[in-house]
């Protein structure tokens, strides 16, 4: 009896689906297309709370195009107004951000949407958002909102696991590769046990990123999405380039001369 109760449920309310379009132009590499994927998954999380804190949407790929770096997502969900209200504010922040006007949502929203331009960097021209019944294109990189002194913005962090913390608060520290400062990053309980593989490694993270706006070091890394462990380069490996290009044994001043005729001289 509650077998045929829940089929009966079930066909009273069908899967309500929509598919959402993100795409890129210029000359695309493999990293531009990772991060913006990731950065377009954080958007569509960010999106559905706002709407609805409690809501539960599947994302699909369904359609993946080389040419211009297009990816379409169908999500899916027992509740189709939840899928029309992610339609219609998919389609005002595109045009908001195409404008480059300001967003009329949340700050964690807003940040959200305003990183899916910040892949636009000279080799990538613009980015495009689309359903079925828009296509606006974005064609300038825009910046986050801020607080005083703070910015926020959804990238990657690289450096080393120096400290894991598991009391109140599961965290590690690490230190970041260019400013030699600790980055606190805070995870999710899911991602507690893995971090004792990336004690000591060398690690790109991965997630939403809090900035000192005055020195332009990140300080904190507090919602992790991804963490990878770095290659490591063998030592020595730079005398495997020998040979890549013949100097001869031609004095530096002479080969500096060449270089400034542009001929053999």
Known sequence: MFFQLARVQEAECPMAEIRLTVALKGTISLHDFRLTMVRFEHFLKELCEHIDPESVVQWDIVALGAGSATATVEGSSLDSNLLTQVKHIYEDVGTHLARGQPLPYPADLARSAVQLTQVINGRVTAVRLQTEDTDVE?????????GEGTAYSFGEVRGTVETLRRRR???FTL???LFD????????????????QFWGKEVVVTGEIRWDTRSGRPVEVHDV???QILPTVPPDSYERARGVW???????EILLRRLRDGGEG
């Open 169 to 171: 608060h599961r965290s």
């Open 175 to 177: 230190y970041d590769e």
């Open 225 to 227: 999405h991804d963490i």
């Open 181 to 196: 400062q600790k980055v606190i990053c805070r995870l999710r309980p899911s991602q507690e046990e893995m971090m004792r």
């Open 138 to 146: 974005i064609v300038q990189r825009l910046s986050p909102p801020a």
């Open 246 to 252: 013949d100097l001869g044994t031609d004095q530096p």
